[in-house]
């Protein structure tokens, strides 16, 4: 290689030096760290804000134009289930109801809960069981329960485990398993969707959603325009998510705190290395200076200056990815409901500023580097 040697001349110089080298390693690693624990928060949360579209499984969602999240339904009426289902491209629509409930346990106590009504005929976005029967839940009373991280707010249930809703008596027929668990904090609850509106207290409106699905791809922008006609709005699966992911970001303060946090974690970052690197550069400028005399060229030195802030960046990019991956898989180990995920656009993110970070720092050292000449250097 061209500048091998220049290059390990500059790594020497580095990890020599260990307490500069260790304070641009902590620097970056915890710039790192919070960066991509305030991401991982964030991607968590709106993970969970549309686990419910997950659960359910439905390609089209058919809801009022004001709803936002997936759990703030607004009662639509029964007609438009039957004007979606003579819509041409349509290939079947079925309802869905999704309310929120007390339910008054064995002991006593009351805790709340979701409880999401299926279409009794055809049970679609049924859960997938872990215990129990699915035709159990056409017996008087059943319910499924979700067995997630809220399963033990209901005192862990078992089946046969009874209850009291609104003055029903309800029975757990089965324990069933989600892809993603919930954002509120509340156990889940499945049943029939006229159980469900018969047990819960409505408007005179029942339906929350119309869930449909299309005869093939080609015929979803003409049920978007039907159902547009009508007053309502249908979204697909992705739209739905990218529409409550808008609410969370845009509407909620929760997007804004937590740039606000990452950003913040970005500038402790690049002030610590920034700041280091600096300091390392002076400190060696006769090193740098003895370099020059011996004919190094300016090239070679910048090209040595970018290989040493790029090293310590990306080692300290690593071990930070390593600390997040370690404090998050110890949290979710311990605490059920903790909702941060690592995703592909937490890590770009996260790279993307230690790049940036990098770079600065470089500018400030090469600035100096380029400003020696080895004639100040010696008489001094």
């Known amino acids: 290689m061209k500048y091998s040697g220049i290059l390990r001349i500059g790594f020497k110089l580095l990890v020599n030096d260990k307490a500069k080298f260790s304070a641009l390693l902590i620097g ?4 790192v760290f919070l960066m991509v624990q305030m991401t991982a928060m964030f991607a968590g949360i709106l993970n969970r804000a549309y686990s419910t579209v997950t659960n359910i499984g439905a390609t089209m969602w058919i809801m009022d134009p004001a709803v936002n999240t997936p759990t703030t339904s607004i009662p639509m ?4 289930l039957d004007a979606v289902r ?4 349509v290939s079947y629509a079925v309802p869905l109801f999704i309310g929120g409930a007390q339910l008054k346990l064995g002991n006593g106590t009351f805790q709340s809960v979701n409880v999401v009504g299926l279409d009794d005929t055809s049970l679609f976005g049924r859960p997938e069981l872990q215990k129990g029967n699915i035709q159990d839940i056409y017996a008087d009373n059943a ?30 027929v089965g324990i069933a398993g989600v892809a993603s668990n919930g954002l509120n904090g509340v156990p889940t609850l499945y ?5 469900a509106i018969e047990y819960i207290p409505t408007t ?10 299309a005869k093939n791809d080609a015929a979803i922008a003409g049920i978007k325009q039907q159902v547009d006609k009508l007053g309502y709005l249908a979204l697909t699966k992705d739209e739905f998510n990218q529409r409550t992911a808008a609410y969370y970001t845009y509407q909620t303060g929760i997007g804004t705190n937590i740039l606000l946090m990452t950003v913040i974690s970005f500038i402790v970052g690049l002030s610590i290395s920034g700041q280091t690197f600096y300091t390392f550069i002076l400190e060696n400028l006769d090193k740098f200076g003895a370099l020059k005399a011996i004919g190094a060229k ?6 040595m200056i970018l290989f040493m802030a790029t090293f310590t960046s990306l080692t300290g990019y690593g071990l930070g990815i390593g600390l997040v991956t370690l404090v998050i898989t110890i949290a979710r180990y311990r605490l059920p409901g903790y909702a941060a995920m690592i995703t592909f656009w937490n890590l770009e993110l996260a790279f993307g500023m230690v790049v940036l970070i990098a770079g ?3 500018y400030l050292g090469v600035r100096k580097v380029l400003k020696i000449e080895p004639f100040d250097i010696f008489r001094g």
């Open 191 to 195: 049943t029939t969707y006229h159980r």
């Open 77 to 80: 009426p029964d007609y438009l």
């Open 28 to 31: 970056i690693t915890f710039a």
């Open 360 to 362: 600065i720092s470089s």
């Open 204 to 213: 005179r409106f029942t339906i929350s959603y119309v869930l449909v699905q």
């Open 298 to 303: 300016g090239r070679e030195l910048i090209y």
């Open 86 to 89: 003579s819509m041409d491209g």
């Open 143 to 172: 319910f499924l329960v979700v067995n997630d991280a809220e399963f033990s707010k209901l005192e862990k249930p078992k089946i046969g485990t009874t209850f009291e809703l609104n003055d029903h008596r309800g029975v757990i």
